[in-house]
């Protein structure tokens, strides 16, 4: 799974935002591109479809630009992928069985559908109040020992 371009934006622009949200008056797309090195013209492209998946809100008028529009402990990194990608998903037959003819007797899609499911966890347990504090819920990892030489 590649982490697109759309998401990794998309985050940044968030964390922006949150970490202007003190301030009274709204962040505008202008501020967002100049302390991000991102276009103006990409940013309103991606602030759209957060905007529908209620992640962000446009303020008009002037003194108008974004806010959050959910405290940054309610916004998780999968909320933000799936509002500008879509379904996180390793593979397309998880997300749209029709794509493919062996899905109903896959040996492997278990396989795919388990790590499929850990990675939508992860997103979703980290948060945008995570990232602002550079804090994020790690499980612990089972550790990976060397096989016995014999």
């Excluded at 979703?124 to 990232?131: S, Y």
Aim: hydrophobic content about 40%; glycine content about 6%; some cysteine.
């Amino acid at each position: 799974m590649k982490i697109s371009a759309r998401t990794r934006y998309g985050l940044r622009i968030l964390l922006d935002i949150a970490q202007h949200e003190q301030n009274e008056s709204p962040r505008t797309i202008g501020a967002i591109a100049a302390s991000q090195g991102i276009s103006a013209a990409f940013i309103s492209r991606l602030a759209v479809p957060l905007k529908r998946a209620h992640l962000i809100r446009a303020e008009r008028g002037a003194g108008g630009g974004l806010r959050l529009a959910r405290p940054p402990e309610d916004i998780t990194i999968l909320d933000i992928a799936e509002a500008l990608d879509g379904p996180v998903s390793v593979l397309k037959c998880l997300t749209a069985p029709q794509v493919c003819g062996r899905h109903a007797k896959c040996p492997a899609r278990c396989i795919w559908a388990d790590l499929n499911a850990t990675i939508k966890d992860s997103l979703a347990t980290v948060t945008l109040a995570n990232a602002m504090n550079h804090t994020t819920i790690s499980a612990p990892r089972p550790s990976r020992s060397a096989p016995d030489a014999r």
